[in-house]
């Protein structure tokens, strides 16, 4: 079983909620750090699971209000290559990202590859990756 941290956008998104379903319970654990009551043991938590799951998923959206999550993955993909996994999703309930942001999102996009690291475009992709990863493919640290 592959253990993997659900990071990226909160501030309300949905997008953990549609993807858990999808993910085979059987060969994937997901870590939910969205909690309601946000206090130091939830942080503990998160940190926790950010530093020892075998992988760490940064889903980025534009209903995002902060920029912390583009800093995590960033500052993930340099120190944890080959197990960070991002997805944009470039509209969201009617949202976009626009202008000058959208162009940097394109330009985030990139260079999260070059650096090594799984970029998708949908949660489709992100549940098909996970449900058919085989033992060979998880580098280990």
């Known amino acids: 079983m592959y253990t993997v941290f659900l990071g990226g956008t909160c501030n309300g998104s949905t997008w953990r909620d549609e993807l858990i379903p999808k993910l085979d319970p059987a060969r994937v654990s997901a870590f939910n750090p969205v909690v309601e009551d946000w206090n130091e043991q939830a ?23 902060g920029v912390y999550s ?34 940097n999102m394109k330009k985030i996009k990139k260079d999260l590859v070059k650096n090594g690291t799984l970029v998708f475009d949908n949660l489709d992709q992100i549940a098909m990756f996970f449900n058919t990863l085989q033992d060979k493919q998880v580098p280990h640290m």
Not at 48 to 64: C, G, Q, R, S
């Open 43 to 65: 942080q503990a938590e998160e940190d926790y699971h950010k530093e020892n799951d075998d992988f760490t998923l940064y889903v980025l959206t534009p209903e995002m209000t």
């Open 70 to 103: 583009v800093f995590e993955v960033a500052m993930d993909s340099c120190k944890r290559p080959g197990r960070v996994v991002a997805c944009i999703l470039e509209e969201r309930d009617g949202k976009t990202f626009e202008g000058q942001v959208a162009k």
